[in-house]
């Protein structure tokens, strides 16, 4: 399992009005642990109000600068975003979890490859990581990046973004729209939409020229370019997209059907987590397997528990679950038996799941 260490503070800076990039000081004897992949992040705990919190952050800096930076933009009533903006010293320690995620192709220096990258405020972060990362080690690479923001003054590492573009005239083209200010070429204005979209598809970003996109941003933006590029024939292996801060509409709508049908019913639940088995009984249907057994003392990983970070991977042994969300899991491995245990929730009189494994 996956354990948090203490990283000092060394950095601050306030990149637009609401938004800090954070620096850490990663000590030399951690430094292979916190080796990271463009596109990966960090989860960051502490306790706010006597409430542990932990929150899962992208990485801005590149893996080739041996720099540990993540982007935090407050937003409104978030407290952890909100204390980075405004608590948060130079100096402070944070618990921090080694670097994960999915949202990166392996650097080929060999190779010369299109990419085309899609942004959405925050989403930046990450995606500023993936475009300075290759452009860097694949010489003969190119990237065009689509940025979506509010207005010129609440775009997140323009600075380096413009200098990225300087260095690699020729090989990386940004094209920036903006919802609240007015810009001379219509295209340019407002979100993107389909309408954008089939344009940009047939004209800028011809797609059978492109070998990979990279999509972060809001939930709903992910998904019409992800559709999109679908139904333009383009495979699912070209096409990656990092989520967080999912709604979770749908998944309450679940919960209650799964409520009403199963919620009469007890399920026998033993949890295995370093070889010790952790055992409890809960309500089908009702709460995840996660929250239950964090209650009934079991140490359990986890962070984003939205579905997306796979922190809390585990394997069903024995019974039944019905997941709400998943993210992070690929399709094999749910064949396999492997759950997001944040989302699982039990409908099977007894169940045996295996972190272990
Ligand atoms: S904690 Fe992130 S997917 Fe469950």
Redesign the pocket.
Known sequence: MKDFYPLKVSQIEKVTQDCSVITFDVPVQLHKKFEFKQGQYLTLKTTIDEDEIRRSYSLCSSPLDKQWKVGIKKIEGGKFSSFANEVLEVGDTLDVMPPDGKFYVEVDPNQKRNYAAFAAGSGITPIYSIIKTHLQAEPNSTFKLFFVNQTTASIILKEELEALKNMYMGRFEIFYFLTKERRSVGLFNGRIDEEKLDIIFKTICITNLIDHYFICGPEAMIHLIDENLKDRDVSKEQIHFELFGISTDASSEQKMVLKNRFGDKQCDVTIIEGGIGVDFSMQQGSNNILDEALVNAADLP???????????KAKVLEGEVKMLLNY?LEDDEVEQGYI????SIPVSEKLVVDFDV
Request: net charge positive.
């Open positions: 986890f962070a984003c528990k939205g579905g997306v970070c796979a922190t809390c992070g997001l245990t944040c989302q």
